[in-house]
């Protein structure tokens, strides 16, 4: 078997992993600045656990691609970070880096994605890959991505309002998270839509917390007014596909009469 490596380990080390850390933490197993080439052989790693670490890295195609070097074929791994569009995070000094729904485009070159167009939809570019060939020498794909709302946004919308808000406006989602399977050998889309369903997903205690701290929250009313949106669906049911569909031609609202205004004179 593999090793099992939690990159920026702290003082919370995964379970059943080698915590690496550039502070010598109690839990931590290797003290290693992981801006460094990592002291581990190629393709000897089967899971990697990087939780709201990679943000603080100098380079972060470089420290992908030392990830992508020591993972073997078919290795998961897990990244939790702050989502970009949040203005305390835009400012935060520390954070060298930021994510959102964009970030694994540049970590393949291959089109063959499982996640929704809508993900990109606001993308000048359609196709998935942003990373071209000769870029880097990895190949992450995502089967899985999910994102922790602020608590106003936690119920009353569906998932394509969801989306176009998130890259949309600030303060929408405050974290987000990938689960990437490495590729080293050719794969098919069968093969990733598998691998999707099957395959456990680890991930962090605190993340589990926050997603049931959302799903115990009581519906409400939604914050902003959505009927606007091109993908507007009512009354959808509970896990049904959401397919893009053509926008609707809506009346016109009649213009709202303005508080205080001078009357005319006669």
């Known amino acids: ?3 099992r490596i939690d990159l920026g380990s702290g003082n919370h080390k995964f379970r059943d992993c080698i915590g690496i850390d550039r502070i010598a933490y109690p839990e931590t197993d290797l003290v290693w600045d992981y801006n ?10 089967e899971f990697v656990m990087a939780s709201r670490s990679l943000e603080y890295v100098d380079n972060l195609q470089a420290v992908m691609q030392e990830l992508y070097r020591v ?3 078919k290795a998961m791994v897990c990244i939790v970070a702050p989502y970009a569009h ?3 995070h835009i400012v935060n000094p520390e954070y060298k880096q930021l994510f959102n729904e964009h970030s694994p485009r540049y ?3 291959s089109p063959d994605t499982i996640i929704d167009e809508d993900e990109f939809m606001l993308s000048k570019q359609n196709t998935w890959p942003l990373l071209t060939q000769g870029q880097a020498a990895m190949d992450f794909r995502v089967l899985r991505m999910e994102f922790f709302y602020f608590p106003v ?3 009353g919308y569906d998932p394509i309002e969801l989306s176009l808000l998130r890259q949309s406006q600030l303060n929408v989602a405050h974290q987000i998270m990938f689960h990437l399977l490495v590729v080293k050998r050719p794969i098919s889309m069968e093969e990733l839509l598998l691998a999707s369903q099957t395959m456990v997903f680890e991930e962090p205690d605190d993340v589990k917390k926050l997603r049931e701290a959302a799903k115990e929250k009581e519906d409400g009313e939604p914050l902003f007014y959505m009927d606007h949106m091109p993908h507007r669906e009512q009354n959808r049911h509970p896990g049904e596909t959401v397919m893009p569909r053509q926008p609707v031609r809506r009346p016109k609202r009649r213009k ?3 508080i205080g205004r001078r009357r005319r004179r006669r």
């Open 1 to 3: 078997m593999g090793m």
């Open 36 to 45: 460094q080439r990592l002291p581990f052989e190629d393709d000897s790693v």
């Open 71 to 73: 993972c073997r074929h």
């Open 86 to 88: 949040v203005g305390a």
């Open 107 to 109: 970590w393949t070159s």
């Open 153 to 155: 946004y936690q119920t």
């Open 256 to 258: 709202r009469k303005l």
